[in-house]
């Protein structure tokens, strides 16, 4: 799991540089991880691919519901 975790990360970090996530993806995304973000990242400055790039280095303490988001919107973008 924590393997597609990090290509889902890697693929939407890419996507965002691209702007590819649309921006209610990116609301999903929050909500899905908002816990995840507070609890793991907190003190982290967003902005620039922090916050995904804090939450690809705890992927193995990242929720089922944020990784079940990145993983639903990787799959999407793959199927577009």
């Given at each position: 799991?924590?393997?597609?975790?990090?290509?889902?990360?890697?693929?939407?970090?890419?996507?965002?540089?691209?702007?590819?996530v649309?921006?209610?993806q990116?609301?999903?995304?929050?909500?899905?991880c908002?816990?995840d973000v507070?609890r793991?990242?907190?003190g982290?400055?967003?902005?620039?691919?922090?916050?995904l790039q804090?939450?690809?280095q705890?992927?193995?303490n990242?929720?089922?519901t944020?990784?079940a988001?990145?993983m639903?919107?990787?799959?999407?973008?793959?199927?577009?």
């Open positions: 799991m924590k393997i597609y975790l990090t290509v889902a990360f890697a693929a939407l970090a890419g996507a965002a540089n691209a702007q590819e649309s921006r209610q990116m609301r999903d995304i929050r909500s899905a908002e816990a507070r793991l990242c907190n982290v400055q967003p902005g620039g691919g922090r916050l804090c939450l690809q705890n992927a193995s990242v929720s089922e944020c990784t988001k990145l639903e919107i990787k799959a999407s973008r793959q199927s577009n």
